[in-house]
Structures are given as structure tokens and as C-alpha cells.
């Protein structure tokens, strides 16, 4: 079955990056891209930009551009999701999901909690 | 950019019928495809709705999504509401550069 399985938290400082990986199995991995989405607490949800799994072609939302990288290692099946210059209002669980298929369901990762404070 | 706007919370009773609002701000809510996410507390997002009215497997039917152009707002709707279907609710589509954008979110109580 479709697994997407994430790092564990993190507690950065200010200034610092953070890189999130999101481990999948079961589909082929090049077929289908992943996006990323941030919810912080007590917020509503946030897309931060998606990456190709075929031709790590990305599109980052503008409000990111500046500070996210998405990569991937297609031989491990993995996506990552990198922030830069890390700020207070960065803390927030961020979760992976894969493209939709045809019967239309798409999956999530569990989920990451990034803090970040001094 | 257009933003999504939904009503901060709605509530109802088991049993009952509940509709939740997405309105598109500026352009056309044809335009792009409307997405539904219920979100629960601890939990990762899942897909109620894809493509305005679209289930994926395992939804029950109870959910149903539609658009109105003449509102230019997209809509869900969940009958026979159960306990379980509490939850925040949030509506997404795609920008003309297939950025998702999301709404604020709906808080669904069920008393």
C-alpha cells in the first residue's frame, strides 16, 4: 500500500534550516509529484510548493521562493523539503502528499513538527 | 492572486444536512478545479471532495461537492451528519500557475 513516511521533529533557531524528508513505497515513485503543505498551530493550511518525481521540475509558492528548495532521490524513493533562514512563525507541522491518481486519492505523510525558537 | 473565503465556523445537528461556502474572490470558480479537505486535530488532511464533485474511494456519499457560478463560490455538503464528521474543513483550488491556494478553513461542530 501507498506509504509516505516522514522525519521526525525538529527544534532549530532562529536563522537556521531545517530539511524534511518524506520517505514513500508502494507506487512508482517517478509517476507522481509531491507537494508540501505547513500548518501552524493554531493556523489553517498552507501549500508551499510541489516537486516533480519524474524531472524534479518544481513550483514553489512566490511567499517561498526566496528560502525553499524540494529535491528528491528517486533511487530511495524520497522527498525532501528544505527551509532556509528560519523565523518564529516557521514553526508548524509540515506534511508531504502525493499527486492524486485516477480513482482520485492521494496520500499524506504523518507529518512534521518544526519549532522554532531561540 | 485570488484568495478563497469560508466561513470561519458552522454547526449542526446529528442527522442533519450542513453546507459549507468557498468563495473565490476575483476570477471565474470554473476556472480551476475546487479541492475539499477535512483536517482533523493530530491528524494529516484528507481529500473529501476532488474536481468540484468527485469522491475518491472510501468517501461515503453523505459527501457531495458543487459549484455555482453565479455565487462564484464552490460548495460541500455533508448529510446525515455523524459525530465524526467534525472537523475543520478547507477548500483549495489552483492559481493560473497551478499554485494551490487554499481557504481559511470552516470549524464543522456537530451537537
Known amino acids: 500500500q501507498v506509504q509516505l513516511v516522514q522525519s521526525g521533529g525538529e527544534v532549530k533557531k532562529p536563522g537556521a534550516s531545517v530539511k524534511v524528508s518524506c520517505k514513500t513505497s508502494?507506487?512508482?515513485?517517478?509517476?507522481?509529484?509531491i507537494s508540501w503543505v505547513r500548518q501552524a498551530p493554531g493556523q489553517g493550511l498552507e501549500w508551499m510548493g510541489w516537486i516533480s518525481g519524474y524531472d524534479d521540475s518544481t513550483n514553489y509558492a512566490q511567499k517561498f521562493q526566496d528560502r525553499v528548495t524540494m529535491t528528491t532521490d528517486t533511487s530511495r524513493s524520497i522527498g525532501y523539503m528544505e527551509l532556509r533562514s528560519l523565523r518564529s512563525d516557521d514553526t508548524a507541522v509540515y506534511y508531504c502528499?502525493?499527486?492524486?491518481?485516477?480513482?482520485?486519492?492521494?496520500?499524506w505523510g504523518q507529518g512534521t513538527l518544526v519549532t522554532v525558537s531561540s | 492572486n485570488f484568495m478563497l473565503i469560508q466561513p470561519h465556523s458552522v454547526s449542526e445537528s446529528p442527522g442533519k444536512t450542513v453546507t459549507i461556502s468557498c468563495t473565490r474572490s476575483?476570477?471565474?470558480?470554473?476556472?480551476?478545479?475546487v479541492q475539499w479537505y477535512q483536517k482533523r486535530p493530530g491528524s494529516s488532511p484528507t481529500t473529501v471532495i476532488y474536481?468540484?464533485?468527485?469522491?475518491p474511494s472510501g468517501v461515503p456519499d453523505r459527501f457531495s461537492g458543487s459549484i455555482d457560478s453565479s455565487s462564484n463560490s464552490a460548495s460541500l455538503t455533508i448529510s446525515g451528519l455523524k459525530t465524526e464528521d467534525e472537523g475543520d474543513y478547507y477548500c483549495?483550488?489552483?492559481?493560473?500557475?497551478?499554485?494551490?491556494?487554499f481557504g481559511g478553513g470552516t470549524k464543522l461542530t456537530v451537537l
Open positions: 483549495q483550488s489552483y492559481d493560473s500557475s497551478r499554485r494551490w491556494v
Open positions: 502528499a502525493r499527486d492524486r491518481d485516477m480513482p482520485g486519492n492521494d496520500f
Open positions: 508502494g507506487y512508482t515513485f517517478i509517476s507522481y509529484g
Open positions: 476575483s476570477g471565474s470558480i470554473a476556472s480551476n478545479y
Open positions: 474536481e468540484e464533485s468527485q469522491r
